[in-house]
């Protein structure tokens, strides 16, 4: 079992960054596929980006394609996504989840949720 925990969330302008951040307070990320989601209230949650046990192959949303990036550090057991170009339909509740094997978009293929860190984009 893991527990996961998100932080780097805050207010951003539009066109600018942030970097969110998932430990393992408990557990390791090593050997589980990881995903980031995001949700806004009244609506379902969207998956956002995908990763690789290994690290080596990845997935993202359409909306979010060539501006975020989903990266993990083993060693660290830490899981980052790299947001550049935020735009104000990016404000959500952004969530790190920890699944099986392989890698999914979909969010019933993961096992284990942080508890959200907010990101809010002024205009």
């Known amino acids: 079992q893991v527990q996961l925990v998100e932080s780097g969330g805050g207010l951003v302008q539009t066109g600018g960054f942030l970097r969110l951040s998932c430990a393992a307070s408990?557990?390791?990320?090593?050997?589980?596929?990881m995903g980031w989601f995001r949700q806004t209230p009244g609506q379902e949650r969207e998956f956002v980006a995908a990763?690789?046990?290994?690290?080596?192959?990845?997935y993202y949303g359409d909306s979010v394609v060539g501006r975020f990036s989903i990266f993990r550090d083993n060693a660290e057991m830490t899981l980052y996504l790299r947001m550049n170009n935020l735009k104000p339909e990016d404000t959500a509740v952004y969530y790190c989840?920890?699944?099986?094997?392989?890698?999914?978009?979909?969010?019933?293929?993961?096992?284990?949720w942080g508890q959200g860190t907010q990101v809010t984009v002024s205009s």
């Open positions: 408990e557990g390791t990320l090593s050997g589980y596929a």
């Open positions: 989840a920890a699944g099986g094997k392989f890698i999914s978009r979909s969010e019933k293929d993961y096992d284990y």
């Open positions: 990763l690789s046990r290994s690290g080596g192959s990845s």
